[in-house]
T-cell receptor
Framework: DAKTTQPNSMESNEEEPVHLPCNHS???????IHWYRQLPSQGPEYVIH???SNVNNRMASLAIAEDRKSSTLILHRATLRDAAVYYC???????????FGAGTILRVKS | DTEVTQTPKHLVMGMTNKKSLKCEQH?????MYWYKQKAKKPPELMFV???????INESVPSRFSPECPNSSLLNLHLHALQPEDSALYLC????????????FGPGTRLTVT
């Protein structure tokens, strides 16, 4: 399974944009990039996924580098409820086999 | 209804007990998963069921026995567990195998004494 590298933690101010980076230099051509987050005392929650093009949904945007070796999850206006562990995951050979890395702990300050 | 429910929320069991964890979804999803999450660690995949058949077993010890009686229900039968098996057990489902969005339940917090 291809690996991802994320910063251990990041801090943001409320109502400001947050850019969460992820490196995946060994990504293969068929790997999708997924982002999940896990709020305290909850199960993980799907955020967004993409293959090559940038993606937007109601929760976030995903910017994928042209060479696909890195990506950035963008939260446009962080709120206190966005404080969570954010996981960047490559889907690997099977689209349903998620291998979670350590993730980034996002702290949001009011 | 986009919810995955898990029961019980908490479970304490002795090493000689037999217990079961239950997971249910009514979204018509045909793939279901069990994950294990130790404290302050990421979730680890244990099993994947596709169309009620076991498709992935991540070399999980036989004291964990999954069962998928129908497309809405997933069980995890536990027997002769060890204290190191204490963890949060998460269930998830997706529309089908290869689907890109998994929906997770809140988990069952298991303590083995």
């Amino acid at each position: 399974d291809a690996k991802t590298t994320q910063p251990n933690s990041m801090e943001s101010n409320e109502e400001e944009p947050v850019h969460l980076p992820c490196n995946h230099s060994t990504i293969s051509g068929t790997d999708y990039i997924h982002w999940y987050r896990q709020l305290p005392s909850q199960g993980p929650e799907y955020v967004i996924h993409g293959l090559t093009s940038n993606v937007n949904n109601r929760m976030a945007s995903l910017a994928i580098a042209e060479d696909r070796k890195s990506s950035t999850l963008i939260l446009h206006r962080a709120t206190l409820r966005d404080a969570a562990v954010y996981y960047c995951i490559l889907s690997g050979e099977y689209g349903n086999k998620l291998v979670f890395g350590a993730g980034t702990i996002l702290r949001v300050k009011s | 209804d986009t919810e995955v429910t898990q029961t019980p929320k908490h479970l304490v069991m002795g090493m000689t007990n037999k217990k079961s964890l239950k997971c249910e979804q009514h979204m018509g999803h045909r793939a279901m998963y069990w994950y294990k999450q130790k404290a302050k660690k990421p979730p680890e995949l244990m099993f994947v069921y596709s169309y009620e058949k076991l498709s992935i077993n991540e070399s999980v010890p036989s004291r964990f026995s999954p069962e998928c009686p129908n497309s809405s229900l997933l069980n995890l039968h536990l027997h002769a567990l060890q204290p190191e098996d204490s963890a949060l057990y998460l269930c998830a489902s997706s529309q089908g195998p290869g689907a890109n969005e998994q929906y997770f339940g809140p988990g069952t917090r298991l303590t083995v004494t």
